[in-house]
């Protein structure tokens, strides 16, 4: 899997919606499209941050095309608005990221009372998908590329329990939305491929990387963090390598799982990524799909 970035031809007149670009790896990976010469859609809930990021990101490229549009993922009305005014500008949209996650341990619910990161994570990827995808041209240029974790190798979905209850285990309701979002993007790649359809839907994991995702944390965790922080992760710039390599390499097909390479897949040069046996499982990707669709009401058809 190879990617010469001098070597892109520039990618004028194409299309990205990124989520939660404003922050971390979703930065670096609008700052890397800008860089080929993508537009980029800046998918943020808060619109302060993403003028302030894309301020930034037009210092090191002045003639980034760089739109901001809100989008709360915990809250499926705020998608349909996105996506009206999507509509209502373009016709076409070459890349979708699913990137925007959040990460907590205070057992937070979004507004229809549903578990916060389930919500958000998965449920709003799964829900803005199935109405982008609509506008996706069908070829294998045309890729949605969703964001998992290691976490999702221990993690399990807990049908009859999202929230977790029965899960003591650190962490099991962050684990269960990364691998929602892992299983999501492979069971898109099955049913892409039944349809007959070209666009890609590759998965990825960014490693470890010290971003907003963690502002939850203790302060013992935080200390901990930090003296373990040169060892355990990478650079938020190097943790967007999966993500841009799903999007600008061209063997990289559909159903990928892609990721860092070195110790332990914290980091190091994206690669295949590992997974758990539990996450190739198509009956459960099928259960799942068919409980994305019960709640949030949206009729997923390819
Ligand atoms: N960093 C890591 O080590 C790591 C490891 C494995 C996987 N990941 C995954 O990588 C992705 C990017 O996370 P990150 O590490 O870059 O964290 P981050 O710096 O916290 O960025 C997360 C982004 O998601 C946005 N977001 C959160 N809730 C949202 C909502 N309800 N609606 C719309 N946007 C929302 C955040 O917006 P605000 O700025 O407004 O909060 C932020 O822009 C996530 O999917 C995460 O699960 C990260």
């Known amino acids: 899997m190879k990617i010469n970035r001098d070597k892109i031809p520039l990618q004028k ?5 990124v989520t939660g670009a404003n922050n971390g790896i979703g930065f670096h990976t609008t700052l890397g499209l800008a860089k080929v010469g993508y537009k980029v859609i800046m998918a943020c809930r808060n619109r302060e941050k993403a003028e302030s990021a894309k301020s930034k990101i037009m210092q090191v490229i002045p003639d980034a095309e760089l739109e901001i549009q809100q989008l709360n993922l915990s809250d499926l009305d705020s998608v349909k608005d996105f996506v009206n005014r999507f509509s209502e500008q373009y016709n076409k949209l070459d890349i979708l990221v699913n990137n925007a996650g959040v990460m907590t341990m205070s057992g937070q619910k979004n507004s229809k009372g549903l578990e916060l990161q389930f919500a958000t994570n998965h449920l709003g990827h799964f829900a803005l998908t199935s109405q982008l995808i609509n506008y996706m041209p069908d070829n294998k240029d045309s890729r949605i590329i969703s964001l998992s974790s290691i976490a999702h190798k221990k993690a399990r979905i807990h049908f009859g329990d999202i929230e977790c209850n029965n899960d003591n285990g ?4 962050y684990g269960q939305s990364k ?8 069971e898109l790649n099955r049913r892409l491929k039944r349809s007959g359809k070209k666009i890609r839907s590759i998965m990825v994991h960014p490693g470890v990387s010290d971003t907003g995702l963690f502002n939850e944390m203790s302060w013992i965790q935080s200390f901990l963090f930090k003296i373990l922080e040169p060892l355990l992760t ?3 710039r190097d943790a967007a390598m999966p993500t841009l390599h799903a999007i600008l390499a061209n063997d990289v097909k559909g159903g990928d799982f892609l990721g860092p390479t070195g110790m332990l897949e914290l980091k190091g040069k994206p690669g295949v990524a590992k997974r758990s046996e539990y996450s190739k499982d198509i009956g459960v ?5 068919d409980l994305s669709e019960q709640l949030s009401g949206i009729k997923f058809i390819l």
């Open 13 to 17: 007149g194409r299309l990205a919606v």
């Open 170 to 173: 650190f962490g099991a309701a």
């Open 179 to 186: 691998l929602a979002c892992l299983m999501f993007g492979d």
């Open 234 to 236: 990478h650079s938020n």
């Open 285 to 289: 990707a099928e259960k799942l799909w």
